[in-house]
């Protein structure tokens, strides 16, 4: 069955100290990997795309890695307005679905 | 900027009620979905439909569910007899095209509370 599985669950953060956030997949020929911010009772918003081992994307203070088994998200020096959802979609071959993650709750404290 | 607008934002309704959720898509977008959100839950596909068809459908899309886009530039999701489950944010997105494969636009929901 294909999976995706978001760490950890929810990440707390002093503004200014980085880390990063895991999405580990178990599909069967994936197409796409995504990431997408989710604020409280909003829609998820599109961040990143990634198609292939070893690709990067950067946007501020955030950047997505990808490898053949997983994902990172990795937020530099963040600030309390990061503070969000953090969701992961994979796309596989043959499909226009996406199968999201659970997703990491991050907060970021002033 | 463009938007995917959705409405009513929070509907509250009797098991065994039909609901029509309602969504306007981006104007120039031609592929558009529903996914659904449990509370606490990972955000699901529902549906997806693409030159005024169904594309694709997941389990939980059964003969209640139905998808119509009636004047070109609404899109609805109809629930015909809504159950204590159906309870969830029900999302609408839509993409331009294929080639942006998982860049979707996503409304800000419809909050379904089934009774």
């Known amino acids: 069955e294909d999976q995706v599985t978001q760490s950890p669950e929810a990440l707390r953060l002093q503004e200014g100290e980085s880390s990063s956030l895991n999405c580990s997949y178990t599909v069967s020929g994936l197409r796409g990997l995504f990431w997408y911010r989710q604020d409280p009772g909003k829609g998820p918003e599109f961040l990143f795309t990634l198609y292939s081992a070893g690709e990067e994307k950067e946007k501020e203070r955030l950047k997505a890695t990808l490898t053949k088994k997983e994902s990172f998200l990795h937020i530099t020096a963040p600030k309390p307005e990061d503070s969000a959802t953090y969701l992961c979609a994979v796309q596989l071959y043959n499909t226009d679905k996406l199968i999201f993650g659970t997703g990491t709750r991050l907060q970021v404290f002033p | 900027e463009p938007e995917v607008t959705q409405t009513p934002s929070h509907q509250v309704t009797q098991m065994g009620q039909e609901v029509i959720l309602r969504c306007v898509p981006i104007?120039?977008?031609?592929?558009f979905y529903w996914y659904r959100q449990i509370l606490g839950q990972k955000v699901e596909f529902l549906v997806s439909f693409y030159n005024n068809e169904i594309s694709e459908k997941s389990e939980i899309f059964d003969d209640q569910f139905s998808v119509e886009r009636p004047d070109g530039s609404n899109f609805t999701l109809k629930i015909r007899s809504t159950k204590l489950e159906d309870s969830a944010m029900y999302f609408c997105?839509?993409?331009?095209?294929?080639?942006?494969?998982?860049?979707?636009?996503f409304g800000e929901g419809s909050r379904l509370t089934v009774l």
């Open positions: 997105a839509s993409k331009l095209d294929s080639r942006n494969t998982g860049e979707l636009f």
């Open positions: 104007s120039n977008h031609l592929y």
